[in-house]
């Protein structure tokens, strides 16, 4: 998921007419598997995705 949180943010970033280093950003992909990632500044600082498969938010697919 980590290349879908890097499309959104610069995208978000785009749109929000700001260079992405600036921008605080929470991100979502959600599909058959589904993540959350904090961007600050950015940078990940933290995502849903855990050390296991039942780990992070539910998902179809586990």
Avoid: E, F
């Avoid at 879908?4 to 610069?10: A, F, G, N, R, T």
């Avoid at 058959?32 to 849903?48: M, P």
């Amino acid at each position: 998921h980590g290349t879908s949180h890097l499309y959104v943010s610069k995208r978000a970033a785009a749109m929000l007419g700001k260079p992405a280093d600036q921008c605080n950003l929470v991100t979502l992909h959600i599909g058959s598997g589904a993540s959350a990632t904090a961007i600050k500044n950015g940078i990940s600082v933290d995502t849903s995705m855990g050390m296991t498969p039942t780990a992070g938010l539910t998902m179809g697919t586990r």
